[in-house]
């Protein structure tokens, strides 16, 4: 059995202390206030074997970890929610869930989580312990609605916004993921003809005894180089990978990237509208959930997935702080007029949550639409692109045979 410290004054008002064995902090303190105690503040005190198994777990959730994605985080509050509002205690939903999520990451960060709370820890701050498995976002909303007492309430709210979150994702993902497959495979498909089917043509052309045509030289010329080079090309590939990668990790660096992100045609304004949606979906979210209006904007700021418009959500919290209005704070020249004149409309009438919450779904709205346009515009494009270089290709191949009459020498 897990043993507890105890901090607490007795029946004369002196103030005491000591360690009791019991199943639960509620079990102390029910135990205490039977002996006449009174200010009771109890704690866990952690033994060495307690110690050693949250180490292995931490190790095990660090190591070839399942990631924890949207979805996963909506299973979850969806249940917990419908448990909680069946009447089932706390800790028994935990329990449930750990033995039910689809998730094995998740479900072992829940069975930490359900023993912290059974020893008397808040849920709030038995879900902090796990960052990588619990965002900021969803440790912070449990936190006000333990506050407030509407727990099924808030985790309701959080998994309609997960849903949305992880929506806009696969949209933003779908919109970057099907030119670049379609790019990538187009180049393997190039890379083999080059290297396997042109030196078939070279060694078959070595007999004529003429010169070829310029296309074709040009062809068997730049075969011979890619596969006479090609360690060196994939060691040039991987380098740049690395550096574009040790770059990214560079704050500063990112932030360029990010910024040229936005101004890429067609798929800079889906990404700025994604971000847009998913700032103002959390700030709604949190909002209503009855977090500060300052601690709401710093958490929404990491959710945006853009530099660019997180310090721009970083700046207008510092001049929130200073006693602004949101719509004020917000920098004109990254948050278009028609986003800053609804929040100025929420603001004045009260309803800022309400408001957040119909920017969020114009802009998801906007981010659909945009990306059916851009897939139905860049795959006729892609096509043409793709057949284009084949086409020149196998012309160039067969050009020297059209003409093999002049070619074959007398």
């Not at 043993?3 to 639960?24: C, E, M, N, P, S």
């Not at 999520?101 to 020893?119: F, G, I, R, W």
């Not at 083999?192 to 007999?207: D, S």
């Not at 793709?386 to 020297?400: E, F, K, N, S």
Request: hydrophobic share 50%; charged share 25%; glycine share 6%.
């Amino acid at each position: 059995m897990p043993k507890f410290k105890y901090l607490a004054r007795d029946k004369y008002g002196v103030r005491r202390t000591g360690v009791v064995v019991a199943d639960t902090a509620t079990d102390v303190e029910n135990q205490l206030m039977s002996e006449g105690f009174q200010d009771i503040k109890v704690k866990l005190l952690d033994s060495a074997e307690k110690k050693k198994k949250q180490l292995q777990l931490n190790l095990e959730l660090s190591l070839f970890q399942k990631k924890v994605k949207e979805k996963d985080l909506a299973i979850f509050t969806r249940q917990l929610g419908a448990l909680i509002s069946a009447g089932v205690g706390i800790t028994t939903a935990l329990d449930i869930l750990a033995q039910q999520m689809p998730n094995k990451t998740l479900a072992k960060a829940l069975q930490q989580v359900s023993e912290d709370v059974k020893a008397g820890m808040s849920l709030s701050a038995a879900m902090a312990k796990h960052k990588k498995i619990f965002p900021e976002f969803l440790v912070n909303l449990i936190a006000a609605a333990e506050e407030s007492g509407n727990l099924d309430v808030i985790l309701e709210r959080a998994t309609k916004y997960y849903e949305k979150i992880a929506a806009i994702k696969r949209k933003l993902i779908s919109a970057s993921w099907y030119p670049t497959a379609v790019l990538i495979i187009a180049s393997l498909i190039v890379f083999g003809i080059l290297t396997f089917i042109v030196p078939i043509f070279a060694k078959m052309y070595e007999g004529f005894g003429a010169k070829l045509p310029v296309i074709t030289q040009l062809l068997i010329d730049f075969s011979n180089a890619l596969r006479h080079n090609l360690l060196y090309i994939i060691i040039f590939i991987f380098g740049i990978i690395g550096i574009n990668k040790a770059l990214y990790s560079v704050r500063r660096f990112r932030k360029i990237y990010h910024y040229i992100m936005l101004k890429i045609p067609l798929i800079g304004g889906i990404l700025k509208k994604g971000s847009l949606a998913k700032f103002a979906r959390t700030l709604a979210t949190l909002t209503s959930g009855g977090v500060p209006i300052i601690r709401a904007l710093e958490i929404s700021s990491t959710v945006a997935g853009n530099l660019v418009i997180e310090d721009a959500i970083l700046r207008a919290k510092e001049k929130v702080a200073q006693g602004k209005s949101l719509h004020e704070s917000l920098d004109e020249k990254v948050f278009p007029l028609m986003f800053i004149s609804m929040v100025k409309v929420g603001e004045e009438t009260g309803r800022l949550d309400e408001m957040l919450d119909t920017i969020a779904e114009f802009y998801e709205d906007e981010v659909d639409r945009d990306v059916e346009g851009l897939l139905s515009t860049i795959e006729p494009l892609l096509m043409v692109f793709i057949g284009g270089i084949v086409g020149i290709i196998i012309i160039a191949l067969y050009l020297p045979i059209f003409k093999m009459g002049e070619l074959i020498s007398k």
